[in-house]
């Protein structure tokens, strides 16, 4: 028998997991669902190392943000072989990869986060519902008053309600069910005065979504999988923005846009221990095998293992043909099938430094995925549906040649901070990369509240930011910050017997809850530090 809630979270990302734990600090009682059968989204379910800012070592996150990296650090230095070098480093980055200094296995992440939330479960605060998707819900005088869930596995239904919901799936999908006022793909640009927006609205404008998968490399074996069903279209497929083939190392630098080559060198006889992570300096997208590497083999002791192991998540398996939110089940076998023929290629076709073609030794990771198949569980999606906001966060905030370096607008009821070039992905829209410098920039909570529905709250990527600046709100510790302070208002309101908007209106209730915000560690604002 499910309990009935204080919070109910539709979603089990990062973002929902930080809004569980938040609310069950503030003594809440919390039943979160969570469409597979991981928690965690972004880092595990979807198999993508964390994008973050540079300043992230020091400050910038939330401490259970810092926590939580902190706890898979520790993890590899109790369980794994490194060596006493790479043990002794504070800021051990497990995979050495260059997207970000702490680049690490899914399993990892998801041991860590299910430990996280593991006394608010024993304790029967906390009620997890892996495996089930919401199908509807019950709306009346601007309250959410039930949603329905489905039970993957055998189709049950089951009937959840709460004082407060919280959406953090990965599409807004609670926003569709619960008729909340949203926004999907591009604004136009009279909306917002933006300069990167299109002139016309673009409902189906989305960035592509990414099916991941991770490799090792074998030398001498032969782990070429079967010939993909619609390998001979992606093979043949060149997008008019791109210098040749998708599938191949010529690809449009995402700043720039100039054509770049990419180098492919499994297992490269360098040490890990040498490789920085710095994307203000260097995007490290360049160099494929290191760019996402998960796990540098020459970290541990000679012999443990035979491999690195990497994330693949590059510009070759972005997929933009199909948009996400209205034709999932087609953009979904699209972007598995493109995955699948860029591997296939990669074994087959695909140059080698030493002439040759094809690295049939290049082997699928299935025990690293947690799948049959060896793809990720899920989709990466970078862009969610969004609520309209009582603030809407836009171009004209956090654009660098808007605002100047040291600009970005200042937010009276700032909840958190971020920081991130605006990187959107090309769309199915047929746009090419829009890659443009930002500055760090605050979290208002405004942007949190839709304009008219009083308990429902996103948890995500569902914030009020427009097509433009998701590119730079739309990142790992950014809705972990955007989870965590929706969970902690929801406790708040709970507590106080107030709703949402009272906190963000009332001079006093908002700086009561910016108090409660500062002593969970909850960085509001910036040093003085220049974007990029």
């Keep these: 028998m499910i309990p009935e809630a204080d919070i109910l979270i539709v979603g089990g990302g990062l973002g929902g997991v930080a809004a569980a734990l938040a609310a069950c600090r503030a003594g809440c009682s919390v039943v979160m669902t969570e469409e597979t059968d991981w928690i965690g989204g972004q880092l595990t379910s979807q198999a993508v190392p964390p994008d973050e800012h540079p300043w992230v070592e020091q400050f910038g996150v939330t401490a259970t943000y810092r926590q939580l990296r902190e706890a898979i650090r520790a993890y590899y230095r109790q369980w794994y072989p490194l060596r006493a070098e790479a043990r002794a480093v504070a800021e051990l980055n497990p995979g050495a990869g260059r997207v970000s200094k702490l680049c690490h296995e899914p399993r990892v992440a998801l041991a860590v986060l299910e430990g996280m939330l593991a006394p608010h479960r024993a304790a029967g605060r906390l009620t997890v519902l892996t495996e089930h998707r919401p199908v509807a819900a019950e709306s009346d005088n601007d309250v959410v008053r039930s949603v329905t869930v489905r039970d993957l596995r055998d189709g049950t239904r089951r009937t959840l309600t709460a004082r407060y919901v919280l959406d953090a799936t990965e599409t807004g999908e609670l926003l569709h069910l619960a008729g ?24 189906l404008n989305q960035q592509g979504i990414t099916v991941c998968f991770a490799l090792s490399h074998h030398q001498g074996e032969d782990h070429t999988i079967d010939r ?89 398996n972005d997929y933009w043909l199909k948009p996400y939110i209205g034709e999932e089940t087609e953009a979904l076998h699209g972007a598995r099938e493109l995955s699948l023929s860029l591997l296939y290629w990669l074994q087959t076709e695909a140059p080698r430094p030493d002439g040759g073609t094809g690295f049939p030794g290049l082997r699928l990771r299935p025990d690293v995925t947690g799948t049959t198949d060896g793809l990720a569980k899920a989709a990466y999606v970078r862009e969610s549906r969004r609520i309209k906001a009582v603030t809407t966060i836009t171009e004209h905030d956090v654009a660098i040649d808007l605002v100047g ?27 090419s990369y829009i890659d443009i410098g930002s500055v760090p920039f605050e979290i208002p909570l405004g942007a949190l509240l839709p304009r008219r529905m009083r308990n429902l709250l996103p948890a995500g990527k569902n914030i009020g930011t427009t097509h433009i600046t998701n590119g730079c709100y739309r990142l790992h510790p950014v809705e972990w910050n955007v989870g965590e302070v929706a969970g902690a208002l929801a406790g708040y309101c709970v507590a106080e017997n107030v709703e949402p908007h009272q906190v963000q209106s009332e001079d006093k209730r908002l700086e009561d809850f910016g108090r409660l915000l500062d002593r969970a560690g909850v960085q509001r604002h910036w040093p003085d530090v220049r974007g990029y």
């Excluded at 994307?279 to 997208?285: I, L, T, V």
């Design 228 to 316: 993909p069903a619609d390998y001979d279209f992606w093979r043949a497929y060149r997008p008019e923005f791109w210098p040749g083939p998708l599938l191949g190392f010529q690809a449009p630098d995402p700043r720039t846009l100039e054509p770049v080559g990419r180098t492919f060198r499994p297992n490269p006889d360098i040490d890990p221990l040498a490789v920085t992570a710095d994307q203000s300096a260097d995007a490290g997208d360049k160099e494929l095998w290191g760019f996402r590497r998960i796990l540098a083999r020459g970290l541990h002791a000679p012999g443990a293992f035979e491999s690195d192991i990497t994330l693949v998540n590059w510009p070759l």
């Design 180 to 203: 909340v006022e949203h926004a999907t793909g591009a604004e136009s640009r009279a909306e917002f005065d933006e300069p990167h927006a299109p002139e016309a609205a673009q409902p």
């Design 405 to 431: 370096p040291r600009g970005g607008t200042r937010h009276r009821d700032s909840v958190g901070v971020g920081g991130y070039r605006i990187d959107l992905h090309p769309s199915t829209g047929g746009d």
